[in-house]
């Protein structure tokens, strides 16, 4: 299930969070705005999961980025 999916995929946002890139000399960090869609939940087609999963991504961002969130249907975007 989507929220059986959730701790695995906020493992990875956790990971890249706290890992320290470095390119030429430069460091920086990185974050992940993720959005997770369940078949046959909530949808059958890939096409609507892919929008609902695009549209749980763009919620996360205006949260503030750096998690994951999960398709609500309930939603009414």
Do not use: C, W
Not at 9 to 34: L, W
């Amino acid at each position: 299930t989507a929220e059986m999916s959730l701790p695995v995929a906020q493992r990875i946002v956790d990971k890249i969070a706290n890992y320290n890139f470095s390119m030429k000399g430069e460091e920086t960090k990185i974050t992940i705005s993720g959005g997770i869609s369940e078949y046959p939940t909530h949808s059958q087609k890939i096409s609507e999961l892919i929008e609902y999963a695009d549209q749980s991504m763009y919620k996360t961002k205006q949260n503030g980025g750096n998690g994951i969130t999960i398709h609500n249907s309930d939603d009414k975007d």
